[in-house]
Nanobody
Framework: QVQLVESGGGLVQAGGSLRLSCVAS????????MGWYRQAPGKQRELVAT???????NYADSVKGRFTISRDNVQNTVYLQMNSLKPEDTAVYYC?????????WGQGTQVTVSS
């Protein structure tokens, strides 16, 4: 069983920064790919960034150079540092764990960027 608890969302002005955290429980976390996805109102959920168990990262083009994903395998935590935030980054952000074609999701945390 995998449980994910996100934190760090909130309201920020354009150009500001936020750091999201996701603490995961479960014995498979250390070998899983972890990531962040987001869903804006009226839009489909989209990938933001992923990080493999060995530390390889992948980013959506829209966040490259502004967002950084990292993980702490001792604390079973994945982070998303978001800088130079834009109003179009406004969405619910979801933590994800992926392993062996299975996905687990957190409850989501709201990020709102005002112009």
């Amino acid at each position: 069983q995998v449980q994910l608890v996100e934190s760090g969302g909130g309201l920020v002005q354009a150009g500001g920064s936020l750091r999201l955290s996701c603490v995961a429980s479960g014995s498979i976390i250390s070998i899983s790919t972890m990531g962040w996805y987001r869903q804006a109102p009226g839009k489909q959920r989209e990938l933001v960034a992923t990080i493999t168990s060995s530390g390889s990262t992948n980013y959506a083009d829209s966040v490259k150079g502004r967002f950084t994903i990292s993980r702490d395998n001792v604390q079973n935590t994945v982070y998303l540092q978001m800088n130079s935030l834009k109003p179009e980054d406004t969405a619910v952000y979801y933590c994800n764990v992926h392993l062996y074609a299975q996905d687990w999701w957190g409850q989501g945390t709201q990020v709102t960027v005002s112009s």
